[in-house]
């Protein structure tokens, strides 16, 4: 098992649909996070030209040349102004709540120099920056009931498709790299479908390609325009591109504040082998915030994955890195396959997944073999092996070690109740918290 330090990945895909979610500015304004670090990646010397409606100059910058994150995003702004009163009542909004870009701020603090470098590479306008502002508040975690989630709020499908890995144990739309690569090759996909228009891109990402495609075709069919604003289309998305282009326009005039985010990388991503086991240890738990990824303890890197570390505590993390377990392992629970047996009757006695069976065990589909052994995601030291005494019954052992009768049958391969004094039976305990 190595680390190695990781700058960026990418991948290009196609795809075409996504229904997302935004959040309500007003609560986040009574709600503050507290992060306090930034993603790196090596400085990226300049951006090429791009547009809006595909004929609008961006300014290249030297992202060196600027102490603060925000400023190195206001000097390369470059969607055309408007006065639609969507945007003009979006803008009074954020005059009247200074607060709220101060918490935003803390919170897009360790995303920020990651996504705005990562758009610089692509040659996209700076302005998708805020897409997650609204998308997510910058929440990593936020979670839509359309199933949406993460910074850049990607749905199941959409990240399938951009090649988010998603299992038992991790969600990769929760991760900054594999989200932030995602939702841009979405958006540049959208700006490629919609002809260069990158509002229309914008309210396709938010609503769907095919709304606003359709949307566009009625007025074409009715004679009228087809610019955004002019479109019939969800309230949600009708009031999500205004706001962005309300952020672009203080932002850009300096109406109001923007709390100050060094321009600089103090995040560094470690590069993980396959087979990597991750617990929910003490260690973890003080990198966790920064892996919001990894949901399910045990987790298994399926690899090559990262893990996100402050660089000025890389040199700390290395030992914790190298002594991390790798499959197989001892610790883990084994299981010889029976005569009659399947995955799913396997999973089901033992309380597991059969897709984590399947990814403990690198298993490509759900064949297996009498005789063979399967590495079950289950503790080892969870498992006790109980020698029946005098007076016991199926019932007493299940209620002195808090499990069910049915389990203690499934475990043991019993088809009745009768023990006999001497007999062993295998349980498996509660993980303790």
């Known amino acids: 098992m190595y680390w190695a330090l990781v700058w960026h990945c990418a991948s290009v895909f196609w795809l075409s649909g996504c229904v997302t979610t935004s959040t309500k500015e ?34 290249p910058v030297d992202p060196t040349k600027t102490d603060d994150v925000w400023e190195r995003i206001r000097v390369q702004l470059s969607f055309p102004a408007s006065d639609h009163e969507r945007v003009e009542k979006r803008i009074e909004w954020y005059a009247n709540q200074p607060n709220y870009m101060n918490v935003i701020s803390r919170r897009a603090d360790p995303f920020l120099y990651y996504i705005v470098t990562e758009i610089e590479r692509r040659s996209l306008p700076v302005e998708l920056a805020l897409v997650p502002l609204f998308e997510s508040d910058f929440n990593t975690t936020a979670y839509s009931d359309k199933r949406a989630s993460g910074l850049w709020q990607l749905t199941p499908l959409i990240a399938k498709h951009y090649g988010v890995k998603m299992n038992s144990w991790y969600d990769g739309r929760l991760d900054i790299v594999e989200s932030t690569n995602a939702a841009l090759d979405f958006l540049t996909y959208l700006h490629q479908r919609f002809d260069g228009n990158w509002l229309h891109a914008i309210a396709a990402y938010n609503t769907g390609e095919g709304r606003v495609a359709n949307a566009i075709r009625r007025n074409k069919r009715a004679g009228k325009p087809t610019d955004f604003f002019s479109l019939r289309l969800p309230r949600e998305t009708r009031d999500f591109v205004p706001k962005l282009l309300a952020a672009a326009h203080i932002l850009k005039h300096s109406t109001i504040e923007f709390p100050q985010i060094a321009n600089q990388p103090v995040i560094t991503l470690a590069s993980m082998n396959s087979g990597v086991i991750i617990d929910n240890t003490s260690d973890w738990k003080e990198i966790a915030t920064l892996n919001p990824g990894y949901r399910r303890f045990p987790a298994l890197l399926s690899g090559p994955e990262h893990i996100v570390l402050r660089t000025d505590k890389t040199e700390e993390w290395q030992d914790y890195l190298v002594s991390l377990p790798e499959m197989p392992d001892s610790q883990w629970k084994t299981y010889r396959i029976k005569r009659g047996d399947s995955l799913s009757v396997i999973a089901k006695n033992f309380d597991v997944s059969v897709a984590d069976i399947r990814a403990f065990n690198q298993l490509t589909h759900s064949r297996i073999r009498a005789g063979d052994t399967l590495i079950l995601p289950i503790l080892a030291e969870q498992q006790i092996e109980y020698k029946v005494q005098s007076g016991d019954s199926l019932w007493l052992i299940a209620r002195n070690f808090n499990v069910t009768v049915n389990k203690l049958k499934q475990w043991n391969g019993l088809a009745q109740s009768h023990l006999n004094i001497g007999d062993t039976l295998t349980i498996f305990l509660e993980a303790n918290p």
């Open 26 to 59: 007003e609560s986040v304004v009574a709600n503050e996070a507290n992060l306090h670090t930034t993603i790196p990646l090596q400085p990226i010397p300049e951006a090429s030209p791009d547009s809006i409606e595909a004929n609008t100059t961006i300014v």
